[in-house]
């Protein structure tokens, strides 16, 4: 199955295609901006292009002037995207759409299950399967899941290796639209990386675990899957990663020479201490060019000691 889509960027284009992806639930923190730089650093070492995408299907989460203050820290930080900014949101007829072609052909499901019914099913997060062959009361409030079959997926990731995964073992069929009829991040995310041609996808190695949900979407849609590279996550003292749920701080705007110097060294990238008071866009010319990701295979998390 492949569905028509419309054409972001010139088709063919033989560079490498990234993009950052961050969710308006607020401004951007160290950890957002630690990988929004590594995806950065990647697509422009290869005279490709990097393109920013607000993930802002989840609305009940999103925060107003969050988006314009994620777009005002790239800018100070000097990480400029190309093209228009994609939102999600605007793309929800074509979620909904290839949900319906997927749902003819007997790939998706209604389910009527709740967190408090799969508790007292076993409590595991491999979904049992027990809406699959039923009918599912049409009022009756229900989420999409998306019927997995025996494949094992497999991916080499360009720094944690080769991936091996088998759904119906590891995960059971999984929602692709929510109860609250919002479509799920695994599908929304297929959609849209083949709709703006993304080939890379440089994120943090958290989503890891999720990759093998996509592809499987993937080749299910008979899209092409990008080049996955899944760098290791910030983590505070305590051994968490930074993120809005641990109460992780905005970046700081003042500095932004300080801040990405810090990032870059996060990155394993040795920044000369030379350019340590040099202005910003000389220290992304620096890591641009010199800029290595094979110096950052193999770990999942690095600690930050700097506020």
Not at 69 to 80: D, R, V
Not at 149 to 163: K, T, V
Not at 225 to 246: C, F, N, W
Request: proline fraction near 6%; include cysteine; charged fraction near 25%.
């Amino acid at each position: 199955m492949k569905f028509a889509k419309n054409k972001w960027v010139e088709p063919g284009n033989p560079h490498t295609i990234g993009r950052f992806a961050p969710s308006p639930t607020g401004p951007l923190h160290l950890g957002s901006l630690y990988t929004a730089l590594a995806s950065f650093l990647q697509a422009r070492s290869q005279q490709g292009r990097w393109l920013l995408r607000i993930d802002d299907l989840d609305t009940p989460r999103n925060i107003k002037g969050a988006t314009d203050a994620i777009l005002k820290t790239l800018e100070a930080f000097g990480l400029l995207w190309d093209d228009e900014v994609y939102y999600q949101s605007r793309h929800i007829d074509v979620y909904n759409g290839v949900i319906s072609d997927l749902q003819r052909s007997g790939l998706i499901y209604p389910c009527t299950c709740s967190r408090k019914t799969l508790a007292t099913d076993g409590g595991t997060d491999i979904y049992p399967g027990i809406c699959r062959d039923r009918q599912a009361p049409p009022d009756e409030p229900h989420a999409l899941r998306v019927k997995v079959d025996n494949r094992s997926i497999a991916f080499q990731d360009e720094l944690q290796g080769l991936i091996s995964h088998k759904l119906a073992e590891q995960d059971g069929d999984f929602i692709v639209k929510r109860k609250d009829n919002i479509i799920a991040y695994q599908f929304a995310v297929v959609i849209d990386d083949d709709l703006q041609h993304v080939n890379h996808i440089v994120r943090g190695y958290d989503l890891l675990d999720e990759t093998p949900k996509q592809i499987y979407l993937q080749q299910l849609l008979g899209l092409s899957a990008p080049r996955y590279m899944h760098v290791p996550v910030i983590v505070d003292e305590q051994g968490y990663k930074l993120s809005k749920q641990t109460q992780a701080t905005a970046v700081d705007l003042k500095a932004p020479q300080r801040v990405i110097f810090e990032l870059l060294r996060l990155l394993k990238q040795n920044p000369p201490v030379e350019l340590q008071q040099a202005p910003a866009a000389d220290l992304l010319d620096w890591a641009i060019e010199h800029w290595n990701a094979d110096l950052l295979k193999n770990a999942h998390a690095m600690s930050a000691d700097f506020g």
